[in-house]
């Protein structure tokens, strides 16, 4: 249990299109998605905290017109990269929590979404 | 406000040699700490967890770790190393305590040679 997918696994897409990347939780419903951006060869920086039905909160230094993100249901979250540009080729990982165990329970990782922009 | 230090970006030791990734973290509130293993262009799979009681937590693949109140330490151990542990190992503790977000070290790369 607590699949995570995220899709696509890679995409490489023009200069100033906008890219969109789905992370969903398979077998469990998730309240609250971690958007995080990893760098070659870096850690990973949270970009944004997404709530069901809410707007996400955007960490500092992340452009929340740029880095769109959209949970719409308990089992999606979307991460929509506008007017892509070379410098935000990166690996983009995301994280879902589940509610139906009850208390806290962990975040499980998606497999990441590398993107190139050419 | 809570942060990761990882001692050494890269670690070399021979097949069946101890393995031990270095982790010191900060924060004003019991931690909830955590190691994750990412192999290239993969996500994140969790090794082990500490959150509460026994400090000495036994994870996945034969790895272990110890929370060290004392040393703000959660080193990660593994007494005989494997060729297919080669991979990048993160250390992270959760924002404010709990399941929260987490903040991540900068990794350690474990290479593994014959």
């Known amino acids: 249990g607590a699949v995570v997918s995220q899709h696509p696994s890679w995409v490489i897409c023009k200069s100033g299109t906008s890219v969109k990347i789905e992370c969903r939780s398979l077998d469990f419903q998730a309240t609250t998605m971690f958007w995080y951006r990893q760098f070659p060869k870096q850690s990973l920086m949270l970009m944004a905290t997404?709530?069901?039905?809410?707007?996400?909160?955007?960490e500092q230094g992340v452009e929340k017109d740029k880095f769109l993100i959209n949970h719409a249901s308990l089992t999606l979250s979307t991460l929509t990269v506008t007017s892509a540009h070379p410098e935000d080729s990166s690996f983009y990982i995301c994280?879902?929590?589940?509610?139906?165990?009850?208390?806290?329970?962990?975040?499980?990782f998606g497999q990441g979404t590398r993107l190139t922009v050419v | 406000a809570q942060s990761v230090t990882q001692l050494g970006s890269h670690v070399s030791v021979s097949e069946g040699a101890l393995v031990l990734l270095r982790c010191n973290y900060s924060?004003?509130?019991?931690?909830?700490l955590f190691w994750y293993v990412q192999y290239p262009n993969q996500g994140l799979q969790l090794l082990l967890k500490?959150?509460?009681?026994?400090?000495l937590v036994k994870g996945i693949n034969g790895f272990e770790a110890e929370f060290k109140k004392s040393e703000t330490s959660f080193h990660l151990t593994k007494p005989s190393a494997h060729m297919s542990d080669a991979a990048e190992y993160f250390c992270?503790?959760?924002?404010?305590?709990?399941?929260?977000?987490?903040?991540f070290g900068a990794g350690t790369r474990l290479a593994v040679h014959p």
């Open positions: 997404s709530n069901e039905g809410s707007k996400a909160t955007y």
């Open positions: 994280s879902a929590r589940d509610m139906a165990a009850g208390g806290e329970t962990e975040a499980f």
């Open positions: 924060s004003s509130v019991p931690p909830y």
């Open positions: 500490y959150t509460t009681g026994a400090t």
């Open positions: 992270a503790v959760s924002v404010g305590g709990g399941y929260n977000k987490l903040i």
